[in-house]
């Protein structure tokens, strides 16, 4: 069965530096998104991704974060200054439209020393 | 964005019980809705899309009252690999706008 691919399973860094995350979506999907998961809090909507731009975000999205789609597979999620409470887990997840399920890669883990 | 709530828990439950979780959500335009199930530090991952009429998966059960937007799931006969968070999961028309509970975690003992 195909499926989101992430990379780095753990990412360590120290506050104030800046982080890529990378994902590589469901070939076949359109639709893309970054949600976080802070440890023992509900999984939180972060930003969606159709036709090369930007559709929604959150108000967590601010201006230290930035989405890009380099080529035809990868999806990144860049936060340029790293903060202690960007630590979390963050999922990619892709979908077809419309009304499908989501499918979600294993996770980043951000630690944020 | 609108919320969704679940049943706090947790639930811990022995083996071979019928559980069920209840989940409300908040934007009547939400046309999608799912029960994805997320262990330990994991991934979320789809446990059932839930339909109008109802729908059942083995030994769980969904249902949906849009009058009420409030989403069910049953568990019947649990075992204890059932044990994990159930995310209550609502999504817009467009199926873009997915919106998470905070979860009901299971314990299944033995």
């Known amino acids: 069965e195909p499926e989101v691919t992430q990379t780095p399973s753990h990412q360590v860094t120290q506050m104030g530096q800046e982080v890529i995350l990378r994902c590589v979506p469901i070939s076949n999907h359109l639709y893309f998104y970054w949600y976080r998961q802070i440890l023992g809090q509900k999984v939180e909507f972060l930003v969606s991704f159709y036709n090369n731009e930007i559709s929604e975000k959150s108000e967590i999205f601010d201006d230290q974060f930035s989405v890009e789609r380099p080529d035809g597979s990868n999806f990144t999620l860049k936060i340029r200054s790293t903060k202690l409470e960007d630590s979390a887990m963050y999922f990619c997840?892709?979908?077809?439209?419309?009304?499908?399920?989501?499918?979600f890669g294993s996770g980043t883990q951000l630690s944020v020393l | 964005r609108k919320e969704v709530e679940q049943d706090p828990g947790p639930f811990n439950v022995p083996e071979g019980a019928t559980v069920a979780f209840n989940c409300t959500y908040s934007n009547s335009a939400s046309q999608s809705f799912f029960w994805y199930r997320q262990d330990c530090r994991k991934e979320p991952k789809l446990l059932m899309s839930v339909y109008s009429s109802g729908n059942e998966d083995g030994r769980f059960t969904a249902q949906l009252n849009r009058a009420s937007q409030y989403i069910s799931l049953l568990i019947r006969d649990s075992k204890l690999s059932d044990s994990a968070t159930y995310l209550c999961?609502?999504?817009?028309?467009?199926?873009?706008?997915?919106?998470f509970g905070p979860g009901t975690r299971l314990s299944v003992l033995p």
């Open positions: 999961v609502v999504a817009d028309n467009y199926g873009q706008n997915f919106v």
């Open positions: 997840a892709s979908n077809r439209p419309t009304n499908e399920k989501l499918f």
